[in-house]
C-alpha cells in the first residue's frame, strides 16, 4: 500500500508522453501502407507531370536553341524572355487572343449548352434520341473536327457558304472565312462550341433533374413566368455545377491548341493563333524554346489561377 | 553556282490534309552504332516525304520489300510525313533523340539540322556522280552530310482552253501575265486567272531575282539580308497586286501549295507556277485535264531574269541510327539509276545523279522539257546558311506578305522589315 502513492506518481509523471509515443507510432503504422500504395502513382505524376513542370520553367528563363536542347547546354538570361513575350506584338497579341477568344468560347458554350438542357429536361417526343445525338460531337476527336468545320467552311465548296448565299445572302458567294482574324474566329467559334457543349448540357440536364420540382410548381402558382421562374428560381439553385462548369470551360478553352493549329494556320500573319499554338511554334518551328516555354508558362500561371478558384469550390462543397 | 537548294515539293502533299502520322520512334534503343561491321542485316526505320498518291507510296514500299529480299535479316519501315509538318517533325525528332535511321530532308534544311550535328557524314563520291549544285548545298564546314536524290524547279503551267478563250497568248513575261490575267478575268467565264498563296515562299521569293535582286548576300562565313531594295520592293508589289486586284481566289491568302494545286484541278485556277510533281499529280488526278494543259518558263521579269527557285531532296542517314552499315546500304540502294527513275519519272522529278538524269529522256518530252530547262538553266538556290531552313519553318515571310496583301504593310516596309528579320537570324 505504502508503494502505491509512488506508482501512480511514477504513472503521472510517464502518463503525458506514452499516448503520444503510440500515437506517432500508430500515426506512422497508419500511414506507411498507404504512402507505400501512393509511392508508384507518385513517382510516375512526378515524372509525367513534375519533370516537364520545372524543366519548362527552367527553359523559360533560359536562351536555348535545338543543339542546347540535345546536350542542355542552355544560357541563363533571367527575365528577358517573360519580357519578349510582354513586348513582342506577336506574342502579346497571342495571350490576348487566348483571352478574349477563350472567353467568348465559355460564354458560347455556357448558353448554348444551357439552352440545349433545358430543351432536353422538357419531356418531349424523341427526346432520348435526341439525347444521344447531342453527345456525338464530344466523341470527335478535336483534330478531326478542325479538319471537317475547316472543310464546312471552305470558301467554294464549304456548306456554311452554299447555305448562306441560298438563303440570299449573296455577300458569301467564295467567302474567304480564314482569310481574316475576325471571321476566322466566327469559324473556330462554331467549332469549339460545337465540342464542348455536350459535356455542358449534360451536365446542368443531370443538375435540372434534381431540382424540387414542389419549388417551381409553387413559383408556377405564385405567378412567376417561365422566365422569372428560370431566373430566379433554377438558376440559384444550380449554381454549384454552373460554376464548376465556367472553371472547366474556361481552363479548357484557355489552351485551346488543335483548333486554331488546323483552323487559323493560314491567317495573315497568324493573327488568330493563341498562347497554346504560339508556344508551340516558337518552339519547334522557330527554334526558341526558351521565348516558347515563357509562353507557356504565363498560359500555365493563367490557368492556375483558374484551377486552385476550382479547387476552393469543390473544398466549399465538401464542407456544405 | 553556290550550294544548290531545295525543298520544292509542298505540292507532293497532295490533298494531305491532317497527319498524325505517328512517328513510331520506339525502336530506337540503346544500342550501339554498328557502323564498322558492315553487316546488312538491321532495322532501319525511313522518313520518306509523303507523295500523296498510293501509286508512289507503292513505289518506296517496293524498294523496301526489294531491299530485304537482297539482304537477308534486314527488316526497312517505310513511314509517310507530309512537307508541311516535316520540319517541326524533324527538329521534335531530333529534340526528343528519337529519331529515323534514313530520311528524305528538304535540300534547304540540310544544312540546318546537320549543323546541330544530327547527321553521320558522308564518304566522298567521284566527282561527277552527282548534280554538283545538289552536293554543295548539302555541304557544311567541308563536310558533305546528304547524298542528292532529286531536284526540280518550277515553270508555269496553263489551261491552254481558257487561255485561248480570255485571247491570250502564253506570257513570257509580268507585264504579260498580268495582262494575261485580267483578260482571263474579264473573259474567262467565271475561273481564277492565277493562285497566288499567302503561304507558299517559293511563289513569291523568285519574283525578287526576277526583278533582279538578290535575297541575300554572303559575307564571308555569314549572310546579310539584301531584299530591301527596290528590286526586293518591286517583287513584293507585283506578286501582291494579283491578290488585290483579285486575281486570285480571296482565299489563297490561306493557302498552302496543296491548296493551289487542288483548286487548277478543280478548274478554279487557270494559271499555276508548279514543278513536274505537279503537273504529273495533277495529271494522275484528273486524266481528262492533260489535254488541255500547257507548260512554259516562268515569266521574265523587268530584269529579263525567269529566275526560279531549285529545290530538292536528299538521303541523310541520322548520327543515333542504330545501324548506321544498314541505313547507308538503303540509301545506296535507292540510288542506283534504275531504282532512282522508277520514282522520279513517276514523280516529276530530275534525278539527282548524272547516271539518273541521263536514264530519264526529260529534254525529250515536249511537255516536261520546261521544266527540266527550268532547272537546269533558269534557276537559283536560296542561302545556303544553316540558319535558312528556321526561317522557313517559322514562315517569317508569309505573315508579311499576307499584310502586304491585304494593305496592311506598303511593299517598302514589307521589305524593310523581312530583312530586319532575316539579319536577326543570320546572326542568331
Known amino acids: 500500500m505504502s508503494h502505491a502513492p509512488a506508482t501512480i506518481s511514477a504513472e503521472r509523471r510517464r502518463a503525458p508522453r506514452r499516448p503520444d509515443l503510440a500515437g506517432v507510432r500508430r500515426a506512422v503504422a497508419r500511414l506507411t501502407l498507404p504512402v507505400l500504395l501512393l509511392l508508384p502513382a507518385l513517382i510516375i505524376i512526378g515524372g509525367l507531370v513534375g519533370y516537364p513542370l520545372v524543366k519548362t520553367i527552367w527553359l523559360s528563363f533560359t536562351e536555348t536553341r535545338l543543339g542546347d536542347l540535345v546536350d542542355g547546354s542552355g544560357e541563363w538570361v533571367g527575365l528577358a524572355n517573360y519580357k519578349e513575350v510582354f513586348t513582342d506584338e506577336h506574342l502579346r497579341t497571342s495571350l490576348i487572343n487566348t483571352v478574349v477568344f477563350g472567353t467568348a468560347c465559355v460564354i458560347g458554350t455556357m448558353v448554348f449548352g444551357f439552352a440545349v438542357a433545358l430543351l432536353l429536361n422538357e419531356r418531349l417526343r424523341g427526346n432520348l434520341l435526341f439525347g444521344l445525338a447531342v453527345l456525338l460531337p464530344w466523341a470527335v476527336p478535336a483534330l478531326a473536327a478542325s479538319a471537317i468545320w475547316r472543310w464546312l467552311f471552305d470558301d467554294r465548296y464549304g456548306f456554311v457558304n452554299w447555305a448562306l448565299v441560298n438563303l440570299g445572302f449573296s455577300h458569301f458567294q467564295d467567302y474567304a472565312w480564314f482569310a481574316d482574324r475576325n471571321s476566322a474566329y466566327v469559324a473556330i467559334f462554331v467549332t469549339v462550341v460545337w465540342q464542348s457543349f455536350p459535356f455542358v448540357a449534360l451536365s446542368l440536364l443531370a443538375g435540372l433533374q434534381t431540382l424540387p420540382r414542389e419549388t417551381l410548381h409553387a413559383a408556377a402558382v405564385d405567378g412567376a413566368s417561365a422566365w422569372q421562374r428560370f431566373r430566379l428560381v433554377t438558376l440559384p439553385l444550380l449554381r454549384p455545377i454552373v460554376a464548376v462548369l465556367v472553371v472547366f470551360s474556361t481552363i479548357w478553352d484557355f489552351k485551346i491548341f488543335d483548333q486554331i493549329y488546323v483552323m487559323a494556320q493560314g491567317v495573315p500573319d497568324r493573327a488568330a493563333d493563341t498562347a497554346a499554338v504560339t508556344a508551340y511554334r516558337e518552339s519547334f518551328a522557330l527554334g526558341h524554346y526558351g521565348v516558347g516555354s515563357a509562353v507557356a508558362v504565363v498560359l500555365f500561371v493563367v490557368l492556375l489561377a483558374f484551377s486552385i478558384v476550382y479547387v476552393r469550390m469543390i473544398g466549399k462543397e465538401a464542407q456544405a | ?428
Open chain 2, 1 to 428: 553556282m553556290k550550294g544548290m537548294r531545295w525543298l520544292a515539293a509542298g505540292a507532293l502533299v497532295g490533298a494531305l490534309a491532317v497527319a498524325g502520322c505517328g512517328g513510331d520512334d520506339g525502336d530506337n534503343g540503346s544500342a550501339a552504332n554498328t557502323g564498322g561491321d558492315g553487316a546488312i542485316s538491321g532495322s532501319i526505320t525511313t522518313w520518306i516525304m509523303d507523295p500523296g498518291s498510293p501509286k508512289l507510296q507503292e513505289v518506296f514500299n517496293q524498294y523496301a520489300k526489294d531491299f530485304e529480299a537482297e539482304h537477308a535479316g534486314s527488316d526497312v519501315k517505310i513511314e509517310f510525313v507530309p512537307w508541311a509538318q516535316a520540319h517541326d517533325k524533324f527538329t521534335t525528332a531530333i529534340a526528343g533523340g528519337k529519331v529515323p535511321d534514313v530520311a528524305e530532308m528538304g535540300t534547304t534544311w540540310t544544312p540546318e539540322f546537320a549543323d546541330q550535328g544530327a547527321f553521320e557524314p558522308v564518304p566522298a563520291a567521284a566527282a561527277g556522280d552527282y548534280v554538283s549544285s545538289l552536293v554543295d548545298a548539302a555541304t557544311l564546314d567541308g563536310e558533305v552530310w546528304g547524298k542528292p536524290w532529286y531536284a526540280g524547279a518550277r515553270a508555269l503551267v496553263y489551261r491552254k482552253d481558257v487561255l485561248k478563250k480570255a485571247g491570250v497568248e502564253p506570257p513570257k513575261t509580268w507585264d504579260e501575265l498580268k495582262a494575261a490575267a485580267t483578260a482571263i478575268k474579264e473573259k474567262g467565264g467565271g475561273i481564277y486567272p492565277v493562285a497566288f498563296n499567302g503561304l507558299t515562299e517559293h511563289y513569291y521569293l523568285p519574283a525578287i531575282w526576277q526583278a533582279g535582286g538578290e535575297i541575300a548576300t554572303q559575307d564571308g562565313a555569314s549572310w546579310k539580308a539584301a531584299l530591301n531594295s527596290p528590286e526586293g520592293t518591286q517583287a513584293i508589289d507585283f506578286y501582291t497586286s494579283f491578290y488585290k486586284e483579285d486575281l486570285t481566289p480571296k482565299a489563297s491568302i490561306g493557302w498552302e501549295e496543296p491548296d493551289a494545286q487542288e483548286a487548277f484541278i478543280n478548274g478554279d485556277v487557270a494559271m499555276l507556277i508548279a514543278g513536274g510533281w505537279t503537273y504529273n499529280s495533277i495529271i494522275q488526278t484528273k486524266p481528262e485535264l492533260e489535254k488541255n494543259i500547257g507548260t512554259a518558263l516562268a515569266p521574265a521579269g523587268p530584269s529579263g531574269k525567269d529566275t526560279a527557285f531549285a529545290g530538292g531532296s536528299h538521303l541523310v542517314v541520322f548520327k543515333e541510327s542504330k545501324d548506321v552499315a544498314t541505313a547507308n546500304a538503303f540509301v545506296d540502294f535507292m540510288l542506283e539509276p534504275e531504282n532512282l527513275n522508277k520514282f522520279t519519272s513517276e514523280i516529276g522529278f530530275l534525278p539527282g545523279t548524272t547516271a539518273g538524269i541521263e536514264a530519264s529522256g526529260y529534254l525529250d518530252d515536249p511537255v516536261r522539257k520546261p521544266f527540266a530547262e527550268q532547272l537546269l538553266d533558269h534557276s537559283a538556290v536560296y542561302p545556303p546558311s544553316p540558319r535558312w531552313g528556321a526561317l522557313e519553318g517559322a514562315n517569317i515571310f508569309d505573315g508579311v506578305i499576307q499584310n502586304v496583301m491585304k494593305g496592311k504593310e506598303s511593299p517598302e516596309e514589307a521589305a524593310k522589315s523581312l530583312a530586319e528579320q532575316m539579319d536577326q537570324e543570320f546572326a542568331g
